[in-house]
């Protein structure tokens, strides 16, 4: 089983950007597809974007088209999300997840394997 750590949260105006991290471990990193989910307090978990790394096919939630771009280092197992133009509404946690040979919806309930998640905090 894949193991995923995030990193790169922290605290920004609105407008501003963050990259965040998901360093994975412990499976063949060609085979998975990795995402990034939030959750805010009190909202559900929500997709963000995942990227199939074996061929580098992504999709995105519509909230964060042209904002977030998500890409992956084969060499070094890890899934960036670049994320621009950050909103107050992007406040959350952030968490990566993987899911073997995944090419489906954007839906937390087909990946089976999570990091701890970082925190995400965007001041307006």
């Known amino acids: 089983e894949v193991q995923l750590v995030e990193s790169g949260g922290g605290l920004v105006q609105a407008g501003g950007s963050l990259r965040l991290s998901c360093a994975a471990s412990?499976?063949?990193?060609?085979?998975?597809?990795i995402a990034w989910f939030r959750q805010a307090p009190g909202k559900e978990r929500e997709g963000v974007s995942y990227?199939?790394?074996?061929?580098?096919?992504?999709i995105y939630a519509d909230s964060v088209k042209g904002r977030f771009t998500i890409s992956s280092d084969n060499a070094e197992n890890t899934v960036y999300l670049q994320m621009n133009s950050l909103k107050p509404e992007d406040t959350a946690v952030y968490y990566c997840?993987?899911?073997?040979?995944?090419?489906?919806?954007?839906?937390?309930?087909?990946?089976?394997?999570w990091g701890q998640g970082t925190q995400v905090i965007v001041s307006s």
């Open positions: 990227i199939s790394c074996s061929d580098g096919m992504a």
């Open positions: 412990g499976s063949t990193f060609d085979d998975y597809a």
């Open positions: 997840a993987a899911e073997l040979h995944y090419r489906g919806r954007l839906s937390p309930a087909y990946f089976g394997s």
